[in-house]
């Protein structure tokens, strides 16, 4: 059982392992007891925090930028994460046995898989969205449009919702014994379906192939952003450094995600290999690369809260429930107009201004 680590398993929970490893010893107590803890804690604040990004953006009609709606669809994905994925995972570490039946193994497994992509990928539209705006900041204001960012996202979730259909085929409802009882546990379908092949094109689909896009676009902009004797008055000073604050902000997400989801990814090809040892403290690694994993989908809030003044400041309104304290009533509202409009047709440097 150990030696063929199932996706259920080795995504989800530990719950059917740790009754074979531990056998009733004080970790698995320790397990059902904590991670229901941290688990909650991490859905609690990934339900708050992406759901005010949404709310705050979609209030705001100043901020509906191509970058803005980009970020609410990270958001959603995030959302969708937490509610699909959080929740069971806790469950699988309390319970020795999956309870919800065929159908619902067969969603909560392909809507996990579909929304870690679709984070991946939106990402690389964020990327390619900063690159557009950075290095051709003329050219592609006919690109860079609300229209056109709706499409990108549309057939980035198409993509993923059809391509991810194999993730429901590949997984069901079996029965496996424990200390002389017959459990149901959500797993991989090894019989019929290969899952070195699975964890693989996981890893390579979800992480590898992101990675090195967002890499490749992120060395463009660099280069372009601190390339030097770059002409320009006082207004070309002002928009270089709103690109690289919002370059920044990126930046940062894109890291939080590569460093959260590595120890899994690794830990998820390891098993598929059958070359990850079970012990105490594997087990207690894999639970926090589980949590570490997780808690990507909770932090993106917090770097925009931190590294954006407009989603503070929009952040605020929301708080005061559309009547922002005095120092920004004290704001002035003609650039602010200008900005607006600007970033409505797709322009690079308001768009990096309104963000």
């Known amino acids: 059982m150990l030696g063929n680590a199932t996706w259920n398993e080795t995504f989800g929970s530990y719950n059917d392992s740790l009754h074979y490893y531990t056998n009733g010893t004080n970790i698995e107590k320790v397990v059902s007891v904590m991670v229901p803890v941290f688990f909650g804690m991490i859905g609690l604040t990934g339900l708050i925090g992406n759901g005010l990004v949404v709310l705050v953006v979609a209030a705001n009609p100043n901020m509906r930028s191509t970058t803005n709606l980009l970020i609410i669809n990270l958001a959603a994905a995030d959302l969708l994460f937490v509610i699909f994925c959080v929740p069971f995972t806790a469950t699988d ?6 309870p919800f039946g065929e159908v619902w193994c067969k969603f909560v497994q392909y809507m996990i898989v579909v929304t870690a992509h679709a984070s991946a990928y939106t990402l690389v539209l964020m990327s390619l969205d900063r690159f557009l705006a950075v290095v051709h900041p003329i050219t592609s204001m006919s690109l860079r449009t609300e229209r056109n960012a709706v499409i990108a996202i549309a057939v ?15 997984h069901g409802v079996l029965f496996y014994p424990n200390k002389g009882i017959n459990y149901t546990a959500c797993l991989f379908l090894q019989t019929e379906y290969n899952l070195i092949a699975f964890h693989v094109s996981f890893f390579l689909s979800s992480y590898v192939v992101p990675l090195t896009l967002i890499s490749m676009l992120y060395i463009g902009m660099l280069a372009r952003l601190w390339k030097s004797g770059a002409p320009g008055g006082r207004v070309s000073a002002e928009s270089r450094r709103g690109k690289k604050r919002v370059t920044r902000m990126v930046v940062v997400v894109v890291l939080a ?3 959260c989801w590595c120890p899994i990814q690794v830990i998820l090809v390891l098993k598929s290999f059958e070359v990850y040892e079970v012990t105490h403290s594997s087990i207690i690694t894999q639970i926090v690369a589980h949590v570490l994993a997780y808690t990507n989908s909770c932090i993106n809030p917090v770097l925009y809260a931190f590294l954006s003044d407009n989603f503070r400041k929009a952040f605020r309104k929301v708080v005061w429930c559309g009547a922002p304290p005095s120092s920004l009533l004290r ?4 650039p602010r107009t200008g900005e607006t409009k600007t970033t409505r047709t797709g322009n690079g440097t308001s768009n990096a201004d309104v963000l």
């Open 156 to 170: 980035t979730w198409f993509t993923i919702l059809t391509t991810a259909i194999p993730v429901a085929l590949s």
């Open 257 to 259: 995600f590569a460093i």
């Open 331 to 334: 704001i002035p509202q003609g």
């Open 93 to 98: 570490y309390i319970l020795p046995e999956w």
